[in-house]
């Protein structure tokens, strides 16, 4: 199967580039300075900064299917813009195009009432505001979340929400003015399923508590993780996203564009990795020869391209499907992408980390962070175990009883 670039995306790519060199990978260091000098409760300047630039330059929103808020590309034609900005951690944000906001507002674009998305969508498409998405518990396995025990119970013209949540991305950023929240509204329902509902919880409720961020193997700046706890919140019924009963429905509609933007940009930070190791290998001298000439060496080398490559066409396959089949019918590649690239995001970087020696392991090279990342998505968005569960099933059903 061969992906060709469109004359937009390719347009798109080649101005991409270009912000990328000029005025992302040079802001680098002063990004992981200013991140690490004012903590997770803070916004770096450098970001804000390169927002207003970034949008003059109509990159901006790439993400979004049309809508007219958009770049209106498909998912096809974002993959390897998507790839690029997951080259840098300070890319994605300074384009509009970072989770959770991706995700959430493709919640408000498909579910949204025409008052929410007045009130939310618009200043998040602008980048005014951020957001947060708040799924997770801590007292029970919410790899399975049907286990979701926070509650959402109609009182009224309000619902109030009581719930622990924690791994909320994006809960300690000053800019945050809103949740998008899953609980239970009719946890006696016996499809189980249809117990939870997702509702839109503003930041400044009271009964809102952020208690801490959660370092992502020290790293607080990796994914702005934070425990949140919900107590007697009340909020209008017309907060209540698409219906009660139907968060499972709204969460497999966020969660597949959000699997993939995932996968996409860990593409791209592989192939960084992949970049420094060749440079730092080709300069590096050891018993008597450059390391990249090393037998161990090159064959890591060679491995890396090759698993690189293999998840991209997977990647784009899956981009593809979604396109002209639609997220369910694309439900087997996505859950295979979602084990196949983060796995190999962590060998490569893995690799990398051990061709630089000590100085792999620091925050002079990013190779910490990006593995804290590589390795955080094994678990994000559905672990691995859950993907290949789900993989067999679908491919266990093609031999079933009575198909041939």
């Not at 927002?51 to 998912?75: I, R, V, Y």
């Not at 009271?206 to 993780?225: E, Q």
């Not at 020869?289 to 998840?311: F, G, H, W, Y």
Request: hydrophobic share 40%.
């Amino acid at each position: 199967m061969f992906f060709e670039l469109s004359s937009k995306a390719a347009g798109l790519k080649s101005r991409l580039e270009a912000f990328m060199h000029e005025r992302i990978y040079p802001n680098e260091e002063r990004h992981f300075r200013e991140i690490t000098e004012a903590g997770p409760w803070a916004v770096p300047a450098v970001i804000e900064e390169l927002k207003p630039e970034a949008k003059a330059a109509g990159l901006w929103n790439l993400f979004l299917p049309d809508d007219g808020s958009g770049a209106g590309l498909t998912n096809l034609e974002y993959a390897p813009l998507c790839e690029i900005m997951g080259r840098s951690p300070l890319a994605p944000e300074v384009f509009n195009c970072s989770a959770p906001d991706t995700g959430n507002m493709e919640i408000l674009v498909r579910y949204g009432t025409t008052e929410q998305k007045e009130r939310w969508l618009t200043p998040l498409l602008e980048g005014k505001i951020r957001s947060a998405f708040a799924m997770t518990e801590p007292a029970v396995a919410s790899s399975d979340a049907t286990n979701i025990e926070s509650s959402i119970i109609r009182s009224g013209d309000d619902y109030v929400i009581n719930g622990h949540k924690w791994y909320a991305t994006g809960a300690t950023d000053p800019r945050c003015a809103l949740f998008i929240f899953m609980g239970k509204t009719d946890p006696n329902n016996q499809d189980r399923h249809r117990q939870q509902s997702m509702i839109i919880v503003p930041r400044d409720a009271k009964g809102v508590a952020v208690v801490r961020s959660i370092p992502i193997f020290g790293y607080y700046s990796v994914d702005r993780a934070s425990e949140v706890v919900f107590d007697n919140v009340r909020v209008p019924v017309h907060n209540m996203l698409l219906g009660e009963g139907r968060g499972f429905e709204i969460a497999q509609g966020r969660l597949g564009p959000g699997r993939i933007h995932h996968c996409m940009r860990l593409i791209g930070l592989a192939e960084r990795t992949l970049e420094k190791m060749c440079r730092r290998t080709m300069a590096r001298t050891a018993f008597g020869k450059p390391i990249a000439d090393q037998t161990v060496t090159s064959e890591r080398i060679a491995e890396a391209r090759i698993m690189i490559e293999q998840s991209r066409l997977l990647t784009l396959k899956a981009a593809h499907m979604m396109d002209v089949a639609g997220n369910k019918a694309a439900r087997a590649e996505i859950a295979m992408i979602k084990v196949a690239v983060p796995n190999m995001a962590c060998r490569v970087i893995d690799w990398a980390i051990q061709a630089f020696g000590a100085a792999g392991t620091g925050d002079d090279f990013g190779l910490a962070a990006a593995y804290a990342t590589a390795r955080l998505l094994r678990i994000a968005d559905g672990p691995d175990e859950v993907h290949r569960n789900q993989i067999a099933k679908l491919e266990l059903r093609r031999y079933s009883v009575g198909e041939k």
